[in-house]
């Protein structure tokens, strides 16, 4: 198994570029969600998904559409970059909510 | 603002020491979760305590929860340079369990 896979791992964006990061799953796990951490900070929820189909907005959704077509792939897109959004982000999936297994990360820059 | 606050923010011990960190919350919970991340790494999850439980061990860990004070505190002992990490607690902060909510983490480095 491969877990989490997120890609890119690393991203430069200019500010009002838009793009996906992508997140996959090979655990079939219905719940998924996306975090952004900021440096020195916890990781605050930007969305997440109880299964295909579903999505919910979490602590800081502005700025980002995701959605679940299917139970392995979660992408989060960013319509129009802004600096603001410049962080590492985080993917992660559960089968039961209690227990969270996570991908190594995108991180972000937007100039 | 976040669900959870660790304290201390940052703590530096002795090789062999035991290192405790505690988590604040502000609403009902199912359960809370405790997660370890490496530098520049994805969160590990390390262990679980229910809303009806007050203590849980799991090899050097040892977790409590006292949901009258919304806190629980996580202790490692005889801790090893391998334990340097940042450390964050996580809980269910809706009744459908499905906001994950993070804390803002404790930084503890091991001196050898």
């Known amino acids: 198994n491969a877990g989490v896979t997120q890609t890119p791992k690393f991203q430069v964006l200019k500010t009002g570029q838009s793009m996906t990061l992508q997140c996959a799953q090979d655990m079939n796990h219905e719940y998924m969600s996306w975090y952004r951490q900021d440096p020195g900070m916890g990781l605050r929820l930007i969305h997440y998904s109880v299964g295909a189909g579903i999505t919910d907005q979490g602590e800081v959704p502005n700025g980002y559409n995701v959605s679940r077509s299917t139970t392995e792939d979660f992408p989060l897109r960013l319509l129009s970059a802004a600096p603001s959004q410049t962080s590492v982000y985080f993917c992660a999936s559960s089968y039961s909510r209690e227990k969270l297994f996570f991908g190594s990360g995108t991180q972000l820059s937007v100039l | 603002s976040q669900q959870g606050e660790e304290d201390p923010q940052a703590l530096s011990i002795q090789e062999g020491e035991n290192a405790t960190m505690n988590c604040s919350y502000k609403t009902s919970i199912n359960n809370l979760q405790w997660y370890r991340q490496n530098s520049g790494r994805g969160l590990v999850h390390l262990i679980l305590?229910?809303?009806?439980?007050r203590e849980k061990h799991s090899g050097r860990l040892r977790v409590t929860l006292d949901t009258s004070k919304k806190s629980s505190s996580l202790l490692i002992t005889a801790s090893r340079a391998a334990d340097t990490a940042s450390y964050f607690c996580?809980?269910?902060?809706?009744?459908?369990?499905?906001?994950?909510?993070f804390g803002s983490g404790t930084r503890l480095s091991i001196r050898p």
């Open positions: 305590i229910r809303s009806n439980e």
């Open positions: 996580a809980t269910d902060a809706d009744s459908s369990a499905s906001k994950i909510i």
